[in-house]
């Protein structure tokens, strides 16, 4: 049983290590039209399960290789205990005649040799194979970390290009500045009336102001100022995958 679930989890995580390339600019375009090959309210969510599922296979390929690692350190204790136990044995006295190993007492020593002796064979055999197993994995599980960061890049990269696309086909950016032109001109609502009056009473007029603590006046001003550009991807490296 520990030997199938390590194979199981060797064999995906070996199939996820095949399938990644190296190149990241590759593996991005891949991924690119995949992603848009899929239906639009799907997408984000199988994007990501791209990464998650990955992660899941490091996962059980850790648990596997942790689980087999402790069987083999029983195994080894055990088999140790075994032959402690058969050497004890068979320093004890063997029956002398036909009717002494009939009786239980002479018999019982001989039994236990010979079940300690199978016991010791077949754990042995299974020390054996869970040595030969064992490498193939633990190599894999030290190669998987930089895989898996692959995809994560991979994804991220492709998440934020469908969301810098999204901003710019969207127009959200201007609907946003629109939005904050329009709260602020309705918090100086009836301003030429306010005037007006100022100058015939000769004093201000006392009503409330409203102030908006968030952005700030300085803020909302120079945000106002601008012109309205849309979002664009940046690479810390000056690294540029090809664009979307």
């Known amino acids: 049983m520990v030997g199938q679930q390590l194979a199981q989890a060797f064999g995906a995580a070996q199939a996820l290590i095949d399938r990644i390339p190296r190149d990241l600019d590759a593996t991005i375009e891949e991924l690119r039209r995949?992603?848009?090959?899929?239906?639009?309210?799907?997408?984000?969510?199988l994007l990501w399960q791209r990464f998650t599922g990955a992660?899941?296979?490091?996962?059980?390929?850790?648990?596997a290789v942790g689980v087999a690692r402790e069987a083999l350190e029983m195994e080894r204790l055990a088999l140790i205990q075994v032959d402690v136990e058969r050497n004890a044995l068979a320093t004890?006295?063997?029956p002398a005649?036909?009717?002494g190993a009939a009786t239980e007492p002479g018999v019982e020593p001989v039994r236990r040799y010979q079940s300690l002796g199978l016991e010791r064979d077949a754990r042995q055999a299974a020390l054996a194979e869970l040595e030969r197993l064992l490498p193939a994995p633990e190599q894999t599980l030290g190669q998987l970390p930089d895989v898996i960061a692959r995809v994560l890049e991979t994804v991220v990269t492709i998440d934020r290009e469908a969301l810098v696309r999204r901003v710019r086909e969207s127009g959200e950016l201007e609907h946003l500045r629109s939005r904050f032109e329009r709260l602020r001109t309705m918090a100086n609502t009836h301003a030429a009336e306010i005037d007006?009056?100022?100058q015939r009473v000769g004093r201000p007029v006392r009503v409330p102001r409203?102030?908006?603590?968030?952005?700030?006046a300085a803020i909302w001003d120079a945000l106002l100022a601008e012109a309205v550009e849309a979002p664009e991807l940046v690479w810390d490296d000056d690294r540029r995958p090809p664009s979307a």
């Open 210 to 216: 409203i102030r908006f603590r968030w952005p700030s």
């Open 92 to 94: 004890h006295p063997l």
């Open 196 to 198: 007006e009056w100022n």
């Open 97 to 99: 005649t036909v009717e």
């Open 34 to 45: 995949w992603y848009y090959r899929q239906h639009p309210a799907e997408r984000d969510r």
């Open 55 to 63: 992660e899941q296979m490091y996962g059980r390929l850790e648990s």
